[in-house]
T-cell receptor, first 112, second 114 residues
Framework: NAGVMQNPRHLVRRRGQEARLRCSPM?????VYWYRQLPEEGLKFMVY????????ESGMPKERFSAEFPKEGPSILRIQQVVRGDSAAYFC??????????FGQGTRLTVV | QQQVKQSPQSLIVQKGGIPIINCAYE??????FPWYQQFPGKGPALLIA?????SEKKEGRFTISFNKSAKQFSLHIMDSQPGDSATYFC?????????????FGSGTQLTVLP
């Protein structure tokens, strides 16, 4: 049973480009969460999605960031017009309703 | 503001020592307190968790102590080993939440010397 799969593991983007981060939840999990980890800091909640619905996006920056979890395929976290401050590790977690969440290995985004 | 304060930022112990990591919270709506272990280049992995109706929970060499009145909880690692060297995060979830509501501490980088 594969765990939460995130890709790419490492992503380098120039300022102004778009970054797309993908997350495939564990089999049977319909809840997906995205967290951001800045260097030397803890993880900060960004967004919580179920299939085709955004449940809670209270941690998402208002500009440039968006997330989706379509009926088919992985969840996507999209960052438009990236800036240096977007450089971080982005973690996805998945769960069933009200069970423990399992984290993926993260995508390390570097903006140059 | 929902916040979990964690200390120390880093900790170095000898093999066999008992590192202790402390966390404090303010939001009384928090009802579930997990600890996560993270190795470099990996995602956080759930280590052990506690609810506030108990004062202590043990799983193997890991123990959580919980003081509800002080709104503090701590992780103790008995007989620590070099393989325990990792970053440890405490977290908290409100009663009505699932993982979406995880509020993490800032992390403690533990080094266990051989």
């Amino acid at each position: 049973n594969a765990g939460v799969m995130q890709n790419p593991r490492h992503l380098v983007r120039r300022r102004g480009q778009e970054a797309r981060l993908r997350c495939s939840p564990m089999k049977g999990h319909s809840h997906v969460y995205w967290y951001r980890q800045l260097p030397e800091e803890g993880l900060k909640f960004m967004v919580y999605l179920q299939k085709e619905n955004i449940i809670d996006e209270s941690g998402m920056p208002k500009e440039r960031f968006s997330a989706e979890f379509p009926k088919e395929g992985p969840s996507i976290l999209r960052i438009q017009q990236v800036v240096r401050g977007d450089s971080a590790a982005y973690f996805c977690a998945s769960s069933t309703v009200n069970t423990e969440a399992f984290f993926g290995q993260g995508t390390r985004l570097t903006v140059v | 503001q929902q916040q979990v304060k964690q200390s120390p930022q880093s900790l170095i112990v000898q093999k066999g020592g008992i590192p202790i990591i402390n966390c404090a919270y303010e939001n009384t709506a928090f009802d579930y307190f997990p600890w996560y272990q993270q190795f470099p280049g990996k995602g956080p992995a759930l280590l052990i968790a506690i609810r506030p109706d108990v004062s202590e929970k043990k799983e193997g060499r890991f123990t959580i102590s919980f003081n509800k009145s002080a709104k503090q909880f701590s992780l103790h690692i008995m007989d620590s080993q070099p393989g325990d060297s990792a970053t440890y995060f405490c977290a908290a979830i409100p009663f009505s939440g699932s993982a979406r509501q995880l509020t993490f501490g800032s992390g403690t980088q533990l080094t266990v010397l051989p």
